[in-house]
């Protein structure tokens, strides 16, 4: 049973462009939603998280939408650059005595052609 | 800080044989765990330590077995191994047990089991 389904599987864009990767969750309990962003041969690193209660959280490039009412959230690359070319994975967990047990999406792998 | 070591980098094994993969962190935190990632599923979490000499199972702990002495180190041991476990294997760590801080993974193991 998949809680966290992400989509699409591949993308691939122009430098440039804006790469969105969307992911779809089912457990209402969750309360925090990372994405990690993991280079060939690299463990996964956090991009950026949000939290249920905003709608979007903008760091540099990198923007997550939120959409409670749909249990939807989506990453989107502003300008993309051939750097970050890499695979996402969208997460969730529940914090709390849950100890905060990340539930990972399929991944996406990204590629920016320069 | 060094943050999350793992050894070996690769490793092959023939099925039936046993092995332990190392997992280290210098940075004191309480909460480490282990995922293993497989194409098109994500990571998905095989078990978890929220302090020395407490473990739990998480989504997928059948075959494995872990044990945590210390902080720092949290091995885990295959006991018989099967090709069914052929995967790259992340450990991770956080500062605290609730609350959503941020996991910071390691370099990864590749394993392949023959």
């Known amino acids: 049973q998949q809680q966290v389904k992400q989509s699409p599987q591949s993308l691939i864009v122009q430098k440039g462009g804006i790469p969105i990767i969307n992911c779809a969750y089912e457990n209402t309990a969750f309360d925090y939603f990372p994405w990690y962003q993991q280079f060939p041969g690299k463990g996964p690193a956090l991009l950026i998280a949000?939290?249920?209660?905003?709608s979007e959280k903008k760091e540099g490039r990198f923007t997550i939408s939120f959409n409670k009412s749909a249990k939807q959230f989506s990453l989107h690359i502003m300008d993309s650059q051939p750097g970050d070319s890499a695979t996402y994975f969208c997460?969730?967990?529940?914090?709390?005595?849950?100890?905060?047990?990340?539930?990972f999406g399929q991944g996406t792998i990204l590629t920016v052609h320069p | 800080n060094a943050g999350v070591t793992q050894t070996p980098k690769f490793q092959v094994l023939k099925t039936g044989q046993s092995m332990t993969l190392q997992c280290a962190q210098d940075?004191?935190?309480?909460?480490m765990s282990w995922y293993r990632q497989d194409p098109g599923m994500g990571l998905r979490l095989i078990h978890y330590?929220?302090?020395?000499?407490?473990?739990d199972q998480g989504e997928v702990p059948n075959g494995y077995n872990v044990s945590r002495s210390t902080t720092e180190d949290f091995p885990l041991r295959l006991l018989s191994a099967a090709p069914s476990q052929t995967s790259v294997y992340f450990c991770?760590?956080?500062?605290?047990?609730?609350?959503?801080?941020?996991?910071?993974f390691g370099p990864g193991t590749r394993l392949t089991v023959t």
């Open positions: 991770a760590s956080r500062l605290g047990t609730s609350g959503n801080y941020e996991q910071y």
């Open positions: 940075m004191n935190h309480e909460y």
């Open positions: 949000i939290r249920p209660d905003v």
């Open positions: 997460a969730a967990s529940i914090g709390g005595t849950s100890y905060g047990k990340l539930t």
């Open positions: 330590s929220v302090g020395a000499g407490i473990t």
